[in-house]
């Protein structure tokens, strides 16, 4: 769990999960960044800046609920882009993760229809997705009752998504026996082949895909987002070619490429070398 990299963006309420999580001892292991975009301008400059940007100017109109599955997944997936570029080396990058939290809660301006609610939702960088909302028992607790509850529903949701968990203080139940709960998403990542990644890019689903392997000898996406800069690892060595198939000579090349680098840049630890295949 101290491996993972997370960067968590909160819309309202909630805000008191970075400060608890930045409170824990090997939190800088953790947390890159917290933020909180109160306002709804900061809110759509801060998705406009890390996710939709070709978007801006469709996906904020006039149904568009600041608090909402809709909304959260954007906050997500902007927080996950933006632990991508804090992370410079590739294998760093499979660990990163984007947390969101929208929420309306208790307020003087809201008198009737249900009660208060919080979204969340965490995302991989290999696409593995939790999304779950809760619906707060109207009448029960304060304003700042309501945001310690969401705070600490932001980290347990974290907590489960992390593969091993992550230890934090949790000294009591964060909901009650009248909160209701929905889980919306647990998408896991499926392994993919390079077949899958060309469809993808070619679909118009993404801009790129980039297969990291992993420990079992899988490979997983790594996933650029439309509408997104293309988001590498420092100093990517890139082998572009048809690799049909990969062969010994095309591994050897870039053994033989890693080599130059490092001996003309002895201080630099890595130089990933990505194979490009070019499909448009």
Aim: charged letters at 20%; proline letters at 5%; glycine letters at 8%.
């Amino acid at each position: 769990a101290n491996k993972a990299r997370v960067c968590i963006a909160v819309a309202g309420g909630g805000g008191q999960a970075i400060t608890s999580l930045a409170a824990t001892p090997g939190a800088s292991a953790l947390l890159l960044e917290g933020i909180v975009t109160y306002d709804r301008q900061s809110f759509m400059s801060f998705v406009h800046n890390n996710g939709k940007s070709s978007d801006k100017n469709t996906i904020f109109d006039e149904s568009f609920k600041f608090a909402s599955n809709d909304s959260v997944l954007l906050l997500a997936e902007s927080a996950l882009q933006k632990a991508l570029r804090f992370t410079p080396e590739l294998s760093k990058m499979q660990r990163c993760i984007g947390v969101g939290c929208s929420s309306a809660l208790v307020s003087p301006n809201r008198t009737s229809g249900r009660g208060s609610r919080a979204h969340v939702a965490v995302i991989s960088s290999d696409g593995t997705t939790t999304g779950k909302t809760v619906f707060f028992e109207k009448g029960v607790r304060t304003r700042q009752e309501e945001d310690r509850v969401v705070s600490k529903y932001v980290l347990q949701t974290l907590c489960q998504h992390v593969e091993g968990g992550i230890a934090i203080d949790d000294d009591d139940k964060t909901l009650g026996p009248g909160d209701e709960e929905t889980t919306w998403s647990t998408r896991k990542a499926d392994p993919f082949t390079v077949e899958d990644a060309a469809a993808k890019v070619l679909s118009g689903d993404a801009p790129a895909v980039v297969l990291i392997p992993h420990n079992d000898g899988e490979l997983l996406p790594l996933i650029q987002k439309n509408g997104t800069s293309l988001v590498l690892p420092n100093y990517p060595l890139i082998f572009p070619g048809s690799f049909n198939p990969l062969h010994h000579g095309h591994v050897e090349l870039a053994k033989s490429a890693v080599m130059e680098a490092q001996a003309k840049h002895p201080s630099r630890n890595e130089f990933p070398v990505l194979f490009e295949l070019s499909l448009t």
